[in-house]
């Protein structure tokens, strides 16, 4: 079974710059999440997808930063315009429920570097 | 959310097991306990998780304490590709966002 496809692998930008992350998810995962993880610490959740729609986006900084995931399947994730501070590594994840029972399958991530 | 607590860091020797510790004294009785492990460079990997019952699986078991409030994740025989960052989750049901702490990081000596 292929697992979760990031792609870019790595990312160098300036600051005010924009980019953009993509994510493939496994085959038939209805759940998806996009996590940020800064250096030295845990992942942080940014937004999570049941099919296409957005069921928590709390964490996501609005201002600059947009996900979509169209026709419930690959999602895409922007910073417009980037900050210092955004370097880190980004990790989308999918899932699928067995009963009440959920198992997060993460892809390799996309580390960005922002100078 | 409710909170975990974990050492920083662990030391071990290769083919010995090594028992990981977690603390979750405000646990609710709808929480299950995850763990999940970072190798370096990749994305977590999901490792095991449990409710009230101890768990085994291929990877690792699961040792719950009676009152939930801590749990230990055991390496049998621990090898050099288990040094990792290993992350002990509290969540309930369903499909949910992950709150990961800063986890312990396990070095493995040959």
């Known amino acids: 079974e292929a697992g979760v496809a990031q792609s870019p692998r790595y990312k160098i930008i300036e600051k005010r710059q924009s980019v953009a992350f993509w994510c493939n998810p496994i085959s038939g995962h209805a759940t998806l999440y996009w996590y940020q993880q800064i250096l030295g610490q845990g992942p942080k959740l940014l937004i999570q997808f049941q099919n296409n729609g957005v069921v928590d986006d709390s964490q996501l900084p609005k201002d600059r930063f947009s996900a979509e995931r169209l026709k419930g399947v690959d999602s895409t994730l922007k910073i417009q315009p980037a900050k210092l501070e955004d370097s880190a590594v980004y990790l989308c994840a999918s899932s699928f429920l067995a009963g009440v029972s959920e198992t997060q399958y993460f892809g390799p991530g996309t580390r960005l570097l922002v100078l | 959310d409710a909170k975990t607590t974990q050492p920083n860091s662990m030391e071990s020797n290769e083919e010995e097991p090594v028992h990981l510790p977690c603390n979750h004294s405000?646990?609710?009785?709808?929480?299950?306990i995850h763990w999940y492990r970072q190798l370096p460079s990749q994305g977590p990997e999901y490792v095991i998780h449990g409710l009230t019952s101890n768990v085994n699986n291929r990877m690792a078991s699961l040792a719950i304490a009676e009152d939930r409030k801590s749990s230990t994740l055991i390496l049998h025989r621990a090898t050099l590709r288990d040094a990792a960052v290993y992350y002990c989750i509290l969540k309930g049901g369903g499909a949910d966002g992950l709150t990961f702490g800063k986890g312990t990081h396990l070095i493995i000596q040959p």
């Open positions: 405000t646990i609710s009785g709808t929480d299950y």
